[in-house]
């Protein structure tokens, strides 16, 4: 497929980064990671935009309150279209202003080292994708279960061998968009299934994605709402796009906002 995505240069410059970081019940790791942002990121941080479970802890609501408080450019919305990470990622995704977009979750299980190198190979390649990847050299897993890992491993090379790419990790969530890219793609993940919709929807469309290295480390804090039968969306995820192929906006400019198609 051709790809109707023709990305301007985006010079380190210029960039003012959108966050999207969906929460449930967690505290500390939303706190730590914000404040890791806000100091990081500097003047290339447009907005944090938290996403927050209406099932939340008053805890978990009270720091996402206050962290709003305490910096313009955090911003909370309680999601409103619940249960399901994949929903709240969608409108995140339609509120967000920035370019590029940065995707991660609250649970501090994502290295956040990582950011600084996705951003540097988007812009060396004019990618409209870059990808953490725990399967390339230099990535991997700490404290990951043992049939967790060998079935990520199959999705990963059955992935890799239906669409054909050289990408090493298809279905992981941390991820740099270009916003054109992002929001010119309908999507209609519900839940944990959006870490591989939003990889293989641009794979599909031949857009450039590029990945890095980055370590997976089990949180510290909450609990996973993904179970392991849930983790069959992947496949069903998958082989929609790649036999029902992509919707895309009007034009790859234009918003789109969110549907709850399912």
Not at 3 to 26: C, G, K, Q, T
Not at 236 to 258: E, Q
């Amino acid at each position: 497929m051709a790809n109707r995505f023709l990305l301007r240069p985006l010079a380190a410059r210029d960039y003012r980064i959108s966050v999207v970081m969906p929460v449930f019940s967690e505290t500390d790791t939303v706190r730590a990671l914000c404040q890791w942002l806000t100091r990081e990121l500097g003047e290339h941080l447009l907005e944090v935009i938290i996403i927050i479970s209406p099932r939340s802890s008053d805890a978990s609501q009270a720091v996402c309150r206050e962290l709003a408080e305490q910096d313009e450019r955090i911003r909370v919305f309680v999601q409103q279209h619940d249960p399901g990470v994949g929903r709240a990622f969608r409108e995140g995704y339609a509120r967000a202003q920035g370019n590029p977009i940065l995707s991660m979750d609250s649970d501090g299980e994502m290295a956040v080292a990582t950011i600084p190198l996705m951003l540097a190979e988007m812009e060396r390649g004019n990618h409209g994708l870059v990808i953490g990847s725990r399967w390339m050299k230099g990535g991997g897993f700490v404290g990951y279960s043992r049939l967790k890992y060998w079935l990520n491993w199959g999705f990963q090379q059955l992935f890799r061998i239906i669409y054909w790419t050289k990408l090493h990790d298809l279905t992981y969530g941390f991820k740099v968009h270009r916003a054109e890219v992002l929001q010119g793609i309908v999507l209609e993940a519900v839940a944990q299934e959006i870490g591989c919709e939003t990889t293989l929807k641009p794979v599909r469309l031949g857009i450039s994605v590029a990945e890095v290295p980055t370590v997976w480390t089990a949180r510290t804090q909450g609990r996973s709402s993904n179970n392991f039968w849930r983790n069959f969306r992947y496949l069903r995820t998958a082989f929609k796009i790649l036999f029902g192929g992509v919707t895309t906006a009007a034009s790859a400019g234009d918003r789109v906002p969110f549907v709850d198609a399912q």
